[in-house]
Each structure stands twice: as C-alpha cells, then as structure tokens.
C-alpha cells in the first residue's frame, strides 16, 4: 500500500500504475528495442564510463507498454532493478543530486564538443548547434524531469 506522500511500496502497485497495453505489432518492436536497451545498460556494467540506469529506463519503459513479465523483471533484477524501483516508486523522478551531476556532464562535454568542432574547423554552425541541443536537455531536465530530496539511512555512531 503506498504511505502518504504518494510513494508505491511494491513492484505490483507500480506494475498496476504503470502498465500499458500495446498491439501485437507493437509489443514485438517494443520488447525487441527494450531488449536492445538492456544489452546496452550491461555494456555500462563492465565499460567504465558507459551508463548503466540511463539504457535501463528507457527498456523498463519499452517494457511497460509491452510486456509485463519484462517490466516486472526490470524493476526486480539485482544489477539496475534497486534504481528503476526507486525511479517509478517514487514518481519517475531522479534524485537531485543525480541531476546537479547530469547537468554538470552535459555542461562538460558539450564545451569539449564545441571545442573539437571549432578545431576541427567548422565555420560555426556546428558548434552553434550543439549549443541548441544543450540548451534544449537543459531545459527538458530541469523543467520537465521531476526531483526527488534523497533521503540518507540513519547510521549508528
């Protein structure tokens, strides 16, 4: 039963939320894109700097309008199912932390890539765009990604 500030508390409340029916065409592309999603979340397993979560929400995602036995799996397995529980238990949001940390990388890199591209010697429309692209994710993030305060367990000192 989900508590008072609206969490879900089980992996059948947020199947029972979540879960979408899709036609048959549909359901065959979207588990076979949502299994091409996970293959990538496991590269992030063992390839330092290669996402893990960020190819798994998509496939629980593909999943939810699919397949019920993938979503159940997603949210359960023991490699990425802790996060996607935490993700859509609590209202598909991601910590704030974890989006302070986003925004800082995609700050990063997109001064590296508009870097290369001037180096590269392009005459600034490229540069121009990806400037377009990382205004755009800024914005997406931190208008339409809800945030979550996380909440640390009490240690005993």
Not at 40 to 54: D, Q
Not at 55 to 71: H, Q
Not at 98 to 123: L, N, R, Y
Request: glycine share 8%; proline share 6%; aromatic share 16%.
């Amino acid at each position: 039963m989900s508590d008072v500030d609206g969490r879900l508390e089980s992996v059948d409340e947020i199947v029972e939320r979540y879960l979408r029916k899709s036609s048959p065409r549909q359901r065959m592309r979207y588990v076979v894109l949502g299994w091409v999603f996970v293959a990538f979340a496991i590269i992030g397993m063992v390839v330092p700097g290669w996402p893990t979560v960020s190819w798994a929400v998509p496939a629980a995602y593909l999943f939810s309008i699919s397949d019920e036995k993938y979503f159940r799996w997603s949210l359960t397995n023991k490699f990425f199912g802790p996060a996607l529980f935490e993700y859509y238990a609590t209202g598909k949001t991601v910590p704030k932390h974890a989006k302070i940390w986003i925004i800082v990388t995609m700050t990063v890199m997109t001064g590296i890539s508009i870097w290369i591209t001037t180096i590269a010697g392009d005459p600034g429309y490229g540069q121009v765009f990806i400037a377009i692209v990382w205004v755009i994710g800024i914005w997406w993030l931190t208008c339409k990604v809800k945030s979550r305060q996380e909440i640390l367990p009490l240690t005993p000192e």
